[in-house]
């Protein structure tokens, strides 16, 4: 198979563009075909900063959204999606386009572990969004196993910092990556849930799901 040179992937995108245009009959099937073939003439020519798609889930509607490195951003619909999606443009790049085909594999993972079937997700990620200690903080969470709890005093003393308690509650209130990075297995030292970006009930509703409950 012949790899496309750039000049003629990106003459593809515009044409795919052109035609998006110029569908005359905008049922769902011709708006349909005529996005995938824009989606995949981008992608070709490495026209794309952001794919995202949304998904639905047991905890609401999900914004999945990867750039070429891997998944960038995992976004609850009480975060206003649009929102998130302007955040993106403006931090990662403007060239966001919804690409479901590029996320397949991703969502696929995600409905397996809202399924019961996945303890884990084999997915690369793009920590973009996070710098610093938080990051720090973020890739350590992966590490707490499925169904298992740490507090936020238990992660400070593992990523070195013990006194940093209140530093690792902002990092998981920051996450980019929420379920696939499960700062939801982080809980207060006394046993309560402590804050959530997509609220309480979620993540009592992820906890609930791996404990079986």
């Not at 969004?129 to 903080?137: C, E, K, P, Y």
């Not at 006194?163 to 990092?171: K, L």
């Not at 906890?207 to 079986?212: H, K, N, S």
């Amino acid at each position: 198979m012949t790899t496309p040179t750039n000049d003629t992937a990106a003459a593809a995108a515009n044409a795919a563009v052109s035609a998006l245009r110029r569908v005359t009959e905008p049922t769902p099937e011709a708006m349909a075909a005529a996005h995938a073939r824009l989606e995949e003439a981008a992608t070709d020519a490495g026209l794309l900063d952001v794919a995202y798609t949304t998904v639905d889930s047991p905890v609401g509607h999900l914004l999945l959204a990867a750039t070429a490195k891997g998944l960038a951003r995992v976004a609850f619909e009480v975060e206003d999606h649009d929102g998130v999606l302007d955040t993106l443009a403006a931090r990662v790049g403007a060239r966001v386009l919804r690409a479901p085909r590029r996320l397949e594999n991703f969502a696929r993972q995600l409905d397996e572990y809202f399924a019961g079937r996945r303890s884990g997700f084999d997915l690369p990620l793009d920590f973009t969004l996070s710098h610093g200690f938080r990051q720090v903080v973020q890739q350590y969470l992966p590490t707490i196993g499925y169904g298992q709890t740490r507090s936020y005093a238990d992660v400070a003393r593992s990523v070195g910092r013990p006194g940093a308690v209140r530093a690792v509650g902002t990092a998981c209130a920051t996450n980019p990556l929420p379920v696939v990075v499960p700062c939801h297995r982080v809980l207060r030292s006394d046993g309560g849930l402590g804050g959530y970006l997509g609220g309480t009930e979620a993540k009592r509703t992820l906890l609930a799901l791996e404990a079986g409950s």
